[in-house]
């Protein structure tokens, strides 16, 4: 089984989509989307510093046209796949290659979200930082009495969690046993309930589309299940963004189901990094370039 899995905030690097544009379909359809998100995806795509890539607005609708433009390479000359999943925000680009939402409204979901969650992020101060290694018990109980929030059970022993920043910087200073604490580069708690307020205009939006169901297996973030039904997908993503990413449940639904090979959509590096670790001796692939997807490819054709 080839799952195809899609990144999430926090993977964009200035310039990362540079080589892909030399293909004039590949800047007609970054261009259509961009319309669509109503940012200028070509320009950050190609010029903008991490700073201004780093914008919650920018970097979510960038991520989805990412994964949707690689995806869109990786299948017209002649990939396939059995599955797909993705990491937060990811998820809407994996909603987009399950056939679940089209890319238009996949473009016009997600810009909403980055707005509404970087409005939300804008009223408090806070942070998010991964916990790397200690006993998970250990690291919760932590978190939990410096008055943060798990957001992301990524797997591999990392947690990411969220909260004020002068706890996060108290959590840094006296990490769990065995742990590292390491802030991340975002502008809000995502994932927790200081997003609530995001919520409700996600559920706005997504009361406009018409959802089908899933052409191939996917995932959720919710709890690592298959979901068969476009319309409760598209529900959990709604949720999904004030409740915690749970990708280390998905790793195990992989695992459980068979997986023979994972390969992660632009801008690529991090999901691979997680399943090298949790998902021992399963080949994968990072598409990070035009150049990648020979191996994704061979990839696809060896488990067929």
Request: charged share 20%; proline share 5%.
């Amino acid at each position: 089984m080839i799952i195809v899995v899609a990144p999430g905030q926090g993977s964009q690097t200035p310039g990362f989509l540079s080589p892909w544009l030399e293909e004039t379909s590949a800047w007609e359809t970054l261009s259509r989307l961009s319309e669509h998100a109503e940012v200028d995806l070509v320009l950050h795509a190609t010029e903008s510093d991490a700073e201004t890539i780093r914008d919650t607005r920018i970097a979510q609708p960038l991520i989805v046209a990412a994964g949707i433009l690689t995806l869109q390479a990786l299948l017209d000359g002649g990939g396939r796949m059995d599955g797909i999943a993705g990491h937060s925000v990811g998820e809407i680009t994996a909603a987009a290659g399950a056939g679940i939402l089209t890319s238009e409204d996949a473009i016009r979901l997600v810009a909403e979200r980055g707005r509404a969650m970087a409005e939300a992020a804008a009223t408090v101060e806070t942070g998010m930082s991964a916990v790397v290694g200690g006993d998970q018990a250990v690291v919760l109980d932590a978190v939990e009495q410096a008055g943060l929030f798990p957001a992301n059970y990524n797997g591999g022993g990392q947690i990411v969690v969220a909260g004020p920043r002068a706890a996060l910087a108290a959590l840094a200073e006296n990490p769990p046993a065995g742990a590292r604490v390491i802030a991340l580069q975002v502008a809000g708690a995502f994932h927790t309930e200081y997003m609530a307020p995001a919520v409700d205009r996600m559920a706005a939006v997504a009361s406009t589309l018409s959802p089908k169901d899933p052409a191939v297996a996917i995932w959720t973030n919710k709890d690592g299940t298959r979901v068969a039904s476009g319309s409760q997908f598209l529900d959990l993503l709604v949720g999904q963004v004030s409740s915690p990413v749970r990708w280390d449940l998905c790793m195990e639904s992989f695992a459980a189901e068979g997986v023979t090979g994972i390969i992660e959509l632009a801008p690529a590096g991090a999901l691979t990094g997680l399943a090298k670790r949790a998902l021992r001796g399963v080949p994968t692939v990072a598409v990070k370039t035009p150049a990648d997807l020979a191996a994704a490819r061979e990839l696809m054709e060896r488990d067929s």
